[in-house]
Nanobody, 117 residues
């Protein structure tokens, strides 16, 4: 079983930056061997895909964040990062870390990002 714990959310002005972290723990030897990503859910909206790091397909991003957000992995720290730049009010929401292993999808508890105009 895999556990995910996010951190790094907060309040930031439009145009600013934040770095989110997701610590991966459990029965896993390398986070480079599994797909790990981020989704977000804005108030009153459905959860949506943000970014994915995959050893098969590389890094992929939603159109809304491409060019502004970057996903990276540090296997030594078992941590996945989401660097968010040029933030916009529409980036506001709860950000969730997600991974899938052996057919089981795991989610973190989420971290809140609020971008003020």
């Amino acid at each position: 079983q895999v556990q995910l714990v996010e951190s790094g959310g907060g309040l930031v002005q439009a145009g600013g930056s934040l770095r989110l972290s997701c610590v991966v723990s459990g029965s896993i030897s390398s986070i480079n061997d599994i797909p790990v990503g981020w989704h977000r859910q804005a108030p009153g909206k459905q959860r949506e895909f943000v970014a994915l790091a995959s050893s098969v397909d590389g890094n992929t991003y939603s159109g809304a964040v491409k060019g502004r957000f970057t996903i990276t992995r540090d296997n030594a720290k078992k941590t996945v990062y989401l660097d968010m730049n040029r933030l916009k009010p529409e980036d506001t929401g709860v950000y969730y870390c997600i991974t899938s292993r052996l057919g089981v999808t795991s989610w973190g508890q989420g971290t809140l990002v609020t971008v003020s105009a």
